[in-house]
């Protein structure tokens, strides 16, 4: 079993920075794979950015470009870096880890982007 807090989360500006973490409870592996999804309000959970095991890191065509996914096995963490945010990136932002059959994931943090 493995848990997931995010955090980093906040109010900002567009054009604005933030960076999410997500720390697990447990120690993490390459093998495992790990992500970022979203979710805004009156809408589906969606995919931003997917870290897979030992493959190429994935992009949301919304994203691209202005979001850098990361990870530090180390720390047992992983980041979200967004850059040049929109008020339409506003969502309870969750991470995501994937291991053998399991998936988990946090509780979420709330990014809005707002003047």
């Known amino acids: 079993q493995v848990q997931l807090v995010e955090s980093g989360g906040g109010l900002v500006q567009p054009g604005g920075s933030l960076r999410l973490s997500c720390a697990a409870s447990?120690?993490?592996?390459?093998?495992?794979?790990m992500g970022w999804y979203r979710q805004a309000p009156g809408k589906e959970r969606e995919l931003v950015a997917d870290m897979p095991s030992g493959g190429i890191m994935h992009y949301a065509l919304f994203v691209k470009g202005r979001f850098t996914i990361s990870r530090d096995n180390a720390k047992k963490t992983l980041y979200l870096q967004m850059n040049s945010l929109k008020p339409e990136d506003t969502a309870v932002y969750f991470c995501?880890?994937?291991?053998?059959?399991?998936?988990?994931w946090g509780q979420g943090t709330q990014v809005t982007v707002s003047s």
């Open positions: 447990a120690s993490i592996f390459n093998s495992d794979a």
């Open positions: 995501n880890l994937r291991r053998d059959s399991a998936a988990y």
